[in-house]
Nanobody, 129 residues
């Protein structure tokens, strides 16, 4: 399994970025997929997730509270890609962002809390005030 992120950059507060993750070795429909972030000195935070269709979150997008209304996760099962559109970025969004995947059918809240089995190396997002 390989997950490769792209799209990280440095932007001003209020700006937008679109991160993309290309996956190989997995079939998206059978995996929960998500985005996590980690800033220096802070714990990992699960940002957004789309679970497997047969999970209790029914394959619907799920977001941590701090990004609701600003971030949108989307997946393209045909291309095996998952994107994270980030709008109205804030300095607190500065972090290394990485995508992850897990075959378990858990709800996204659990996946984002406990992590996922496979992860990429990440792409850096820096938001300046």
């Amino acid at each position: 399994v390989q997950l490769v992120e792209s799209g990280g950059d440095s932007v001003q507060a209020g700006g937008s970025l679109r991160l993309s993750c290309a996956a190989s070795g997995i079939t998206f429909d059978y995996y929960g997929i998500g985005w996590f972030r980690q800033a220096p000195g802070k714990e990992r935070e699960g940002v957004a997730c789309i679970s497997r269709l047969d999970s209790s979150s029914d394959g619907l997008p799920y977001y941590t509270d701090s990004v609701k209304g600003r971030f949108t996760i989307s997946k393209d099962s045909a291309r095996n890609t998952v994107d994270l559109q980030m709008n109205n970025l804030k300095p607190d969004d500065t972090a290394l962002y990485y995508c992850a995947a897990d075959r378990s059918p858990f709800h996204c809240s659990a996946l984002l809390t406990y992590g996922m089995h496979y992860r990429g190396k990440g792409t850096q997002v820096t938001v300046s005030s």
